[in-house]
């Protein structure tokens, strides 16, 4: 049972940065997907990015692609996401993400993923 615990959220301005971690324990190998979605309120949760554990294959949404990074750590137990450029409308509960994968695709469909963290709030104010 993969258990996730995601972080680092906050409240800044326009234009600032954040990190969130998120600790993954449990896993029997690399062979994970991991994610970040987000979800602002009345909206639906939203595919943010994923990075494959075993070869930190990444791929992003159009929206974040350029001020996003998702990374692994050396030991592929805790995936950050950098967000640079904030605007106000990434402004959203950012939750972590987890499922299994042997070939090396990692969905952007929040029912593919079994395991969730929390999640962390990010308010970005103008």
């Known amino acids: 049972q993969v258990q996730l615990v995601d972080s680092g959220g906050g409240s800044v301005q326009a234009g600032g940065s954040l990190r969130l971690p998120c600790i993954a324990s449990?896993?029997?190998?690399?062979?994970?997907?991991m994610a970040w979605f987000r979800q602002a309120p009345g909206q639906q949760r939203e595919w943010v990015a994923s990075?494959?554990?075993?070869?930190?294959?990444?791929i992003y949404a159009v929206s974040v692609e350029g001020r996003f990074t998702i990374s692994q750590d050396g030991a592929k137990n805790t995936v950050h996401l950098r967000l640079n450029s904030l605007k106000p409308e990434d402004t959203a509960m950012y939750y972590c993400?987890?499922?299994?994968?042997?070939?090396?695709?990692?969905?952007?469909?929040?029912?593919?993923?079994?395991?969730w963290g929390q999640g962390t709030q990010v308010t970005v104010s103008s």
């Open positions: 990075i494959y554990n075993s070869d930190g294959a990444t």
């Open positions: 993400a987890a499922r299994r994968s042997f070939g090396g695709y990692c969905s952007t469909w929040q029912y593919d993923y079994n395991y």
């Open positions: 449990g896993a029997r190998d690399t062979r994970y997907c």
